[in-house]
């Protein structure tokens, strides 16, 4: 018996995809809408979250910010097109599409904000990125041998929760001037992404009667209303816009640690921010950390002046 059992009554209904084999069918009933997609509201809102991720990795790109940070971007698009098939489908083979690049998303943005040396040397050598890789081999094993999809949402909400509060402890480094703006930014994201999150498990506990709502409304001419009650198209939507934000913050937030408070900023006001670079980078520049042992001091938006030095 699985974790979602109770929504599979409609598992039999049969389209261009065939047989369902995933391990969860939601609460919006299958091929209602279009014989060549199983779940269309579930399938159609992860076309927003494919664009958001692209853009963002473009955008990031474009504006002359480190590599590694569109990665998370690019992620973020991998796992609309993932969710796109697994509700098109309802295919284990999909389903697995869907949810294995969450684990890996937010993975690599979990290594990213511990990873905060001045500068960009990895702050554990090789053996981070191999640590992070035997991670996602793990998850992934154990996933297939154990395919219950509480276990996937334990593990994701673990390092989703981990990446969140580490960058929490970042933000309180900074000058108060970009903290407030960043916790701003990652707090609207959270919020966005733990409303999204409240809907879904609304739309899984609520759906009898939202599949009796949408009956009742196509019984009476009004059918395409009934789309607007399809919850998990809602969490698509708002956990990819989220994402999206709490990837904006924590790229300028690394960026502050890394190099310095200063160099880079983001326009919050914007709907969907850039993370730009506002000032080169001077030759002597020294790092904001002077150690590793220093990784976790306040970073200082000005450097102290030298003895004898006369500051402006």
Not at 40 to 49: A, C, E, M, Q, S
Request: hydrophobic residues 45%; glycine residues 8%; aromatic residues 14%.
């Amino acid at each position: 018996m699985g974790a979602f059992d109770f929504l599979h009554t409609d598992a039999n209904l049969d389209g261009w995809h065939g047989p369902v084999t995933s391990t969860i069918d939601w609460c919006e009933l299958n091929y209602t809408t279009s014989y060549l997609i199983a779940e269309f509201i579930n399938t159609l809102t992860n076309v927003p979250v494919i664009i958001m991720g692209l853009y963002g990795a473009w955008a990031t790109i474009a504006a002359g910010t480190p590599r590694q940070y569109a990665l998370v971007f690019i992620g973020l698009t991998l796992i609309g097109i993932g969710s796109f098939g697994f509700h098109c489908s309802l295919k284990w083979s999909w389903q697995l599409m869907d949810e294995l690049p969450m684990i890996y998303v937010v993975s690599y943005a979990a290594y990213l904000v511990i990873d905060t040396l001045p500068g960009f040397k990895p702050r554990f050598g090789i053996w981070g990125p191999l640590l992070l890789i035997a991670w996602d081999i793990f998850v992934t094993v154990s996933y297939v041998m154990l395919p219950n999809p509480v276990y996937h949402q334990v593990a994701f909400a673990l390092i989703m929760t981990s990446s969140i509060l580490r960058s929490a402890q970042l933000i309180f480094r900074l000058p108060e001037s970009l903290r407030a703006k960043l916790g701003r930014t990652l707090g609207g994201g959270v919020a966005v992404f733990v409303l999204g999150f409240a809907i879904w498990n609304a739309d899984n506990y609520f759906c009898v009667y939202l599949r009796s709502t949408r009956a009742w409304l196509t019984a009476h001419g009004l059918g395409p209303l009934g789309h607007f009650t399809e919850g998990h198209g809602y969490w698509h939507l708002m956990t990819g816009y989220g994402s999206y934000r709490i990837f904006i913050a924590c790229t300028q937030l690394c960026l502050a640690v890394k190099t310095s408070p200063t160099e880079w900023t983001y326009d919050e006001k914007l709907w969907f921010p850039v993370v730009r670079r506002v000032k080169p980078i001077a030759r002597n520049a020294k790092p904001v950390v002077e150690s590793q042992s220093d990784t976790d001091a306040p970073v200082n938006e000005k450097r102290k002046s030298k003895p004898g030095e006369t500051t402006p």
